[in-house]
């Protein structure tokens, strides 16, 4: 186990220790930290963190500090500064290296005379006659000869004085930036490699266009944004990419979505994630001249609004994931879950374009399935509390296909179809859970990885048009047992040990 | 009027016998030197002729005797009772306190025939429990202490059962009889009066999902070290409720202490009963208390669940620590390769094909177990939060059918606790058995044991929580018709098997999972994140936070909330018996269960079909088989936890001294 001592003394600037630490730490060297009085009020001062208590008591507290676990009770030891006689006052205590950062003149005065007149003093005095490795990381300006002389007399002795002077380099973008430079600076000195700041090279500009990609992301509503983390893992099979994320969300605006998918392009995006079918359309229109690669999901059919040539090839730059399950393995899975299901009652959204796609769908494996069925179009809430008035016959099922105002609507579909003891098959998860029978989805999650996937593919070279579009390939299965049990229904046990979610 | 309420004071030795008789106690308890809880220090308890002066001694004063056998027994421990429970039959105490169910079978046996007083560590907290004990000859119930007077007037009402309650002193955090934590981890059962009080250990929060400590006010360090009760101030209360005995705690304390003590509640009670109307609690009274104290006082559970209020959090007042935090032992290579427990078999039995019973905490979790090979599972109540929380009669409706289907056992559980209206959920569970038609129904205390009994068609499973160590009261159980028992899970292995092999009833032991080491109507949510109890409507803090208790060795005890608001703090290992399948196989283990609540979906079934796969192979060719190392990486791989012994390596053993 490496040992290091990181002294702290009132010189200005204890973000410099903090970050430090935090890197030993998660480094795997075990830290013994020694803070001086005034390195103490610097402290209160800079970070608001008022020392209290006993030894105890303050190790917890910096270990807040310093993102250390509190169970950690090893690698983190604090010494008190008074404590002449701990361990690291001593030589045959074999510690790899010390640095006090950051180091005030006076502390610098006393380690290049030799005073030794508290632990860090000591532990400094003690690191230098073993021979053994000593950073120190004045901050003061200007330098009076004093100062310079004393620096200069640590040099001598083979210390490291590597003042904090951040570089501008590597374009820093926050405090945080500058902070890590020097720390990062110091962590090179012990050897160790970090990723604080990106080190400067001539090959820099080269290098960053190859690895470091910008990717719009053109987000309709926050409740989709399943899709978005979904799309990230998915993305990171292209390993040794880095990818920044410009994240717009209209929240349900659709005519913003021109605006923000006009900026992207023009912030010149090396590919957009768009989600939702409207978000796909805009992108896809602002994108097209410029030929930059369009990946969407969910999209119910790509085709149909336009934005492929065919399932096989959009033939343009845009390809995706639709979000469409099959309608065969949805009323399958219905008629497995309720064997009785001689008639399908859809009720579907009118005007919306989703909702009439997949109801053609719907019509076709409901007639090869031969389910006589009933269509129900809904454009106000106003037609749902009439379809409540109305009566159906046993062997009746309600079917609702991608709809919004039908699933905001919900609970009054749920709430007949309980009243009548009859099922109902929703387009959504929440549906289920609010007491619709069952519902065969496709998880935003998931599709979201396939969307990413397709992305790191077209980032290393494919084009988008060679990229089929994909479907859901395992939709989730999920059950309510409170409404199957409510329908005296019998659960096949095959069933529930495919359903992902069970309520 | 009712009957007055007896003043009942604790005694160690002679003099504290003369000063609390003095001090004016109707009735007194004492123990021998043997069989009996309080035996930390020689020179406290009784000989047999000290017993029979002390009864010689009281009775003609007015004052009973109670004999403490409140101890749980091994089986040879059992033996070395009968003379001296024959003894007491000859002096005739005015009752007998027992723990131990296979005491009454013992006594049957002798033909001792003396008063039952059912001991505080029963756990006796419903009206089924009481009615159970009452056909098993059992004259007086000393309540659980987790009881308010209000359940107390309702159970008294319908049971008739006389009732003790604990009115002064030392209590316990953790529900009466129901704490492990000493025992698997000391090898000293608290349950065998030998609690080395973990619950007094210094503890911090933490918050499992962040990560993080939770902060923690300074000082506040002693998170379930529970003040004393003090119930000088309550007199018509506690008469009203109909309780017929104060008991005073404290058989290990001083004449002068439990002098003062007694004679400040006789003068309380002496003046009520002399003018209810003008009756006011004596300050000059309460103050002498009060500067006498141990801890700070609190009236614990008597009016309401207390929360913060009951505990002492800077464990100034502390008198003694009886220990404090040890790192717990880990299964290492070492113990694989060494086949630890192969030396503690010491005849072989092997029951025909073990069972593999998986307990879960939801369905989908039942249906994992059943894809990973279990051959029963366990589902139903407690469950825990973070779980998922409940089953609806759905859930257990379809995990029915769902096992008939796949040819597995379904039992359904019941919480360990079941106080007032907890009960009246196992009761309609229970209503609705006739539809859901399960295998077996596991009683976890005797209320819901008694309840059990009644159902038809049911095998009837009995938890590990009804303390079984000895074959008396495996017998007694026997009886009242239970098919199965568990393992008590702090006892030493070697014991265990002992037992397994004596019995009549095929045992289950725990194999896998986290360990409860206590359970307690004290909410560390609700307490520490509000500063109140459910009653006081918290925020439900439990559904969005996972949190954990660490001991001052850093180890952490993971706290999950149940249904009915209890918390259960476990051990900091995880138990995994996977390594040493053998020789509980060899030694008679009917079935090993794997408790799994806390697992996700995701685990379970991988983890449920190593543990098919080590018991098939064992059962194919015991002598043949050889644990592969590679099975423990996977196991440890597969649910990240530091996994430990239980209290089978170190757990609690019968000293020879005590014999």
Wanted: with cysteine; charged share 25%.
């Amino acid at each position: 186990m490496k040992k290091i001592i990181v002294g702290v003394t009132g010189a200005s600037g204890i973000d410099y220790a903090r970050i430090l630490v935090r890197e030993l730490y998660r480094k795997d060297y075990t830290v013994y930290l020694i803070i001086t009085g005034p390195g103490k009020i610097v402290m209160e001062k800079e970070s608001g963190l008022k020392l209290s208590g006993n030894l105890e008591d303050q190790e917890r507290q910096l270990k807040n500090f310093f993102e250390i676990p509190l169970k950690e009770d090893r690698r983190f030891v604090l010494l008190e500064n008074e404590d002449i006689a701990a361990s690291v006052a001593s030589g045959s205590f074999k510690v790899e290296a010390m640095v006090v950062i950051p180091c005030s003149m006076a502390t610098v005065s006393s380690i290049a005379r030799g005073s030794s007149q508290d632990l860090l003093e000591r532990a400094a005095d003690v690191v230098i006659k073993e021979g053994r490795r000593l950073i120190v990381v004045p901050r003061e300006t200007p330098l009076s000869r004093i100062h310079l002389e004393n620096l200069l007399q640590l040099s001598r002795v083979g210390a490291t004085v590597l003042p904090a002077m951040p570089a501008f380099y590597h374009n820093p973008g926050s405090v945080e930036d500058l902070v890590g430079f020097v720390s990062g600076r110091v962590l090179e000195h012990l050897g160790l490699e970090h990723d604080l700041y990106q080190p400067w090279s001539p090959e820099r500009s080269r290098v960053d266009t190859e690895s470091s990609y910008n990717i719009g992301i053109l987000q309709l509503t926050s409740h989709l944004d399943d899709t978005v983390e979904g799309f990230k893992e998915g993305i990171s099979i292209f390993k040794k990419a880095e990818f920044n994320y410009d994240y717009r969300n209209v929240e349900g605006n659709v005519p913003q979505l021109a605006a923000e998918a006009e900026d992207l392009v023009n912030r010149g995006m090396d590919l957009i994630f768009a989600c939702t079918t409207p978000a796909a359309k805009f992108a896809a229109g602002a994108a097209g001249g410029k030929g930059i690669p369009v990946v969407f999901t969910p999209v119910l059919d790509p085709v149909k609004v336009g934005l492929a040539a065919s399932w096989e090839s959009s033939e343009n730059n845009c390809t995706g994931v639709s979000g469409l399950v099959s309608s065969e393995q949805k009323l399958t899975r219905f008629k497995e879950l309720y064997p009785g299901l001689r008639k399908l009652v859809v009720v579907f959204e009118g005007e919306n374009p989703n909702a009439s796609i997949e109801l053609e769908y719907v019509l076709k494996a409901a007639a090869r399935m031969r389910l006589t069925v009933q269509t129900v179009e809904v454009t106000s809430i106003e037609d749902l509390k009439a379809l409540a008035k109305k009566k159906f016959y046993a062997g009746t099922g309600f079917f609702v296909p991608v709809s919004p105002l039908v699933e905001q609507n919900i609970t009054w579909l749920i709430q007949q179809a309980r009243e009548q003891k009859l099922p109902l098959m929703a387009p959504n998860e929440d549906a289920v859970k609010k007491g619709a029978l069952l519902g065969l989805v496709a998880g935003h999650y998931d599709l979201g990885i396939e969307a990413g996937k397709m992305a790191a593919e077209i980032l290393q070279g494919k084009d988008p048009s060679d990229i089929p579009i994909g479907r859901p390939e395992d939709p989730d299965l999920i059950i309510n047992l409170t409404t199957a049990m409510h329908l005296k229904l019998d659960i096949p046990a095959h069933l529930l040990e495919q359903a992902s979610a069970i309520y | 009027m009712q009957q007055k309420m007896e003043l009942l004071a604790p005694v160690g030795r002679w003099d504290v016998l003369e000063a609390v008789v003095e001090a004016g106690a109707d009735a007194v308890y004492l123990g021998a030197k043997k069989h009996n809880m309080r035996m930390f220090r020689s020179d406290f308890n009784f000989t047999e002729e000290e017993i029979a002066a002390a009864i010689k001694y009281a009775r003609p004063r007015g004052v009973k005797v109670y004999i403490t056998v409140n101890n749980l027994l091994f089986d040879q421990e059992m033996e070395d009772l009968k003379p001296y429970l024959k003894f007491l039959g000859k002096v005739k105490p005015d009752a007998l306190i027992m723990q131990d169910l296979g005491v009454i079978t013992v006594m049957r046996e002798l033909g001792v025939t003396l008063p039952l007083h059912a001991s505080v560590m029963m756990n006796v907290h419903n009206e089924p429990a009481i009615k159970l004990l009452s056909e098993q000859g059992v004259s007086r119930v000393i309540l659980s202490r987790d009881i308010s007077l209000m359940e107390a007037k309702q159970l008294l009402k319908n049971t008739g059962m006389e009732l003790e309650y604990f009115t002064h002193g030392d209590m316990c955090l953790c529900q009466s009889g129901q704490c492990y934590h000493s025992g698997m981890v000391f090898g000293e059962s608290s349950n065998r009066g030998r609690c080395m009080k973990t619950c007094r250990w210094a503890f911090g929060l933490w918050d499992r999902e962040q990560e993080a400590a939770v902060a923690l006010p300074r000082g506040k360090k002693y998170l379930l070290a529970v003040k004393d009760m003090c119930m000088l101030n309550f007199i018509p209360e506690l008469h009203d409720s109909g309780i017929c005995s104060l008991k005073i705690e404290g058989r290990m304390r001083t004449a002068d202490y439990l002098g003062t003590v007694v004679g400040i509640y006789r003068r309380a009670l002496d003046r009520y009963y002399e003018d209810p109307l003008g009756y006011a609690v004596d300050a000059r009274d309460f103050k002498e208390l009060h500067d006498k104290r141990v801890r700070d006082f609190s009236s614990m559970y008597a009016f309401k669940n207390p929360g913060s209020l009951s505990i002492g959090y800077s464990g100034e007042r502390e008198p003694r620590f009886f220990s404090y935090a040890v790192r717990e032992k880990e299964i290492t290579q070492k113990d694989i390769e060494d086949q630890v427990f192969s030396h503690q078999v010491e005849k072989e039995k092997r029951a025909h094909n073990p069972k593999l019973a998986v307990r879960v905490g939801n369905i989908k979790g039942m249906v994992e177990a059943v894809k990973g090979g279990a051959d029963c599972v366990y589902i139903g109540g407690e469950s825990f939060i973070t779980s998922g929380g409940s089953w609806s009669s759905a859930d257990l409706y379809y995990a029915m059918s769902y096992g008939r289907a796949r040819g597995v056992e379904v039992v359904v559980t019941t919480p360990r606790i079941t106080q007032g209206r907890e009960m009246e959920k196992v009761r309609e569970l229970f209503f609705q058995m006739e539809t859901l038609k399960p295998s077996g129904v596991m009683a976890a205390n005797l209320g819901t044991l008694y309840l059990a009994r009644r159902l038809k068609n049911v095998d009837l499973y009995g938890d590990y929580s009804l303390n079984v160590i000895n074959r008396w009261s495996v017998e007694l159980l026997k009886k009242l018709g239970v098919k199965q028992l568990t393992l008590q899970p702090e006892i030493n292995f070697r014991h265990g098997s002992q037992l397994m092999q004596n019995s009549q009833v095929p045992f289950e032991v725990l194999a896998h999972g986290p360990l409860t080491a206590m359970i307690t109507d004290h909410c560390l949510h609700a307490a520490l994140g509000e500063g109140f109890t459910r009653t006081d409507v918290c925020s439900l803090s439990c559904r969005e936070k996972k949190l954990s208790l660490l001991d001052e060795k850093a180890q952490e005890h993971h706290v999950e909330v149940d249904e009915d608001c209890r918390n259960h703090i476990f051990l900091a290992n995880e138990l995994a018996l996977l390594p040493f399948l053998r020789d509980f196989i060899q030694s008679g283990v009917a079935s090993f269960r794997l408790e799994l609540r806390t697992y996700s979906p995701e685990e379970i079934q991988p983890l449920t079909s190593l543990y098919r796969k080590h018991m098939d192979m064992i059962n194919n060719d015991p002598k043949k088989y050889h644990f592969d190392l590679k099975d423990w990486v996977k196991l440890k791989k597969l649910h990240k936890a530091a996994y430990g012994f239980g209290g089978y390596l170190k757990g609690v053993k019968v000293r020879t001294r005590d014999l």
